[in-house]
């Protein structure tokens, strides 16, 4: 033991990751339970008028509403905090009503938003279909492109808006050097950073201003719930974010929150653990003859493998490939799954996979997904927590299919 932990008392924020993850934003009721308490409750009381108008004109500390804040969020919202290192944080209903908060509560028409064409299909219907509607102006881009950025990002430029790696096709945007070009125009930075996860990737130290989550994935990664956050700056959160929230609604219940909470205290060890899935899995596919190409941001043949090992701390919990066949030779090799599950989701404790062009990226146009590379035999594999030569052998045999 040194004399530093002999004497000190550790604040909160000086603990390591994992014990943020377990303990981070706990706070106990007058029962002194063990686990976190869900105030399942949309109200709350006074104890007199006067206290009621207080609390209205925002001098009392206490909550009003849970559509406002409510205890269990609060909690969740401070262990987010706590991990990402923010200032201050919103939790939301869905990982969209996140994106569409991000990106509603700042902008006005006449604004102009950059955004590459790699996106989740309903991240680029809010901004290809819903932001124009509103008089704001968009540039969609190859985000990989760092000349492209410098060429899009203008005067009128409010913020700009990324995933990294993108969904479905792994692509690894530059954060710092995205948010240099931003700042000299004074936009913001949204990254939303599902794919990377709060424990790989920290985009706030990169220089981004505004980190957006769908919980749904990794954080909850046990496929029980929905949810997301957004965290930022006190300054971003509490005067731009959390009034459009207020009086739009899209508030996370406080069982999801819970939910959430019991999430977190296992997030370092599950995506470690599906990490270690991943880099085994697609150095299998890698050597497959049924594979076509595979796409993982921890193997040295990722066309940006030198980004993302500066900015992520391992390759992920994904693994995009191309089967060797077309559509139906495709749908194949998912029909002869036996262990691994079709399925639209990601980061669960179970194996999912996904085939994106005919589900999650059906939105999106013929070209865009040409362009993406999002191709009739792409492949995207979320690696969960199974013995991993229990899912080789799945993959092993379902791909044999293709070696015929
Ligand atoms: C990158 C990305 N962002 C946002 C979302 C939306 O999250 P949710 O389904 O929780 O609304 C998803 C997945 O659905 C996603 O993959």
Known sequence: MTKDTETSRKSAADYRPATKLVRGGTKRSQFHETSEAIFMNSGFVYDSAEQAAGSFKGENAGYIYSRYANPTLSMFEERMILLEGAEAARATASGMAAVNGALMSQLKAGDHVVAPKALFGSCLYIIETILPRFGVNITLIDG??????????????????????????????DIAAISELAHKVGAKVIVDNVFATPILQKPLELGADIVV?????????????????????????EDTLAPYLKHTGPALS?????????????????VERQCDNAEKIADFLGDHPGVKRVVYPGRDDHPQAALARKQMARGSTLVSFEVNGD????????????L??????????KSLVTHPTTTTHSSVSDATKEELGITESMLRLSVGLEDVDDLIDDLGYALSAQNR
């Open 144 to 173: 990989t492109d760092i000349d492209q950025w410098r060429n899009a990002i203008r005067p009128e430029t409010a913020c700009v808006f990324f995933e990294t790696p993108s969904n479905p096709a792994l692509e690894i945007m």
């Open 340 to 349: 691994i599950d079709i399925s639209n989701n990601l980061g669960d404790a």
């Open 327 to 338: 559509q139906q030779g495709t749908f194949d090799v998912l029909n002869r799954l036996s």
């Open 254 to 270: 406080p069982f999801n929150a819970w939910t959430l909470l019991k999430g977190l205290e296992t997030l370092e060890m599950r």
């Open 213 to 237: 989550y769908s919980a749904t994935k990794h954080i909850d990664g046990q496929g029980r719930c929905l949810g997301g956050v957004i965290l930022s700056t006190e300054e971003f959160v």
